[in-house]
């Protein structure tokens, strides 16, 4: 069986009011739109893909987020190209979002471009553009390092 895509990501957050305002500024930003909306979760859908975003249980909220703990390492946003990836960063420098490291090439695949910036809680997004079907392709091989 072939998926067809992943159809939402769920992030849970401490701080919902600081998130919330975040999220919705880059769902905009995206134009994602939004589907679900309360008090205590939001919902945005667009290109695809949708995230939700809800508040930690009250025993949770005192807590932050660790990129290298069990769970969630990071996602990513797929751009329809490069200029995709300098719009973005723009935005971010002007919502004055935590960034991790400017637009850079990678090498992850051949003419991979992205961002790396962090919500409020620190959870970490990336947006890349990668030219063609890029790591999609199953014909594809990463290279490999050397020890």
């Not at 990836?85 to 695949?109: C, M, N, T, Y």
């Not at 919500?119 to 790591?135: L, M, S, T």
Request: aromatic letters at 12%; a negative charge.
């Amino acid at each position: 069986m072939q998926m067809n895509g992943i159809a939402h990501i769920g992030i849970t957050v401490s701080n919902f009011k600081k998130c919330n305002s975040f999220y919705r500024q880059l769902f905009e930003f995206l134009e994602m739109k939004l589907i679900y909306d309360t008090d205590e979760v939001i919902y945005g859908v667009g290109s695809r893909t949708g995230i939700v975003v809800k508040e930690a249980s009250a025993e949770f909220q005192n807590q932050t987020f660790e990129q290298n703990r069990i769970g969630l390492h990071h996602y990513c946003f797929r751009a329809r190209c490069k200029q995709d990836i300098d719009e973005l960063h723009k935005f971010l420098q002007k919502i004055d979002a935590v960034i991790i490291h400017r637009p850079e090439e990678g090498s992850w695949a051949r003419g991979y471009y992205s961002v790396l910036f962090e919500d409020p809680d620190g959870i970490r997004i990336e947006a890349n553009f990668v030219p063609g079907k890029g790591n999609l392709d199953p014909t594809v091989t990463l290279p490999r390092e050397v020890s």
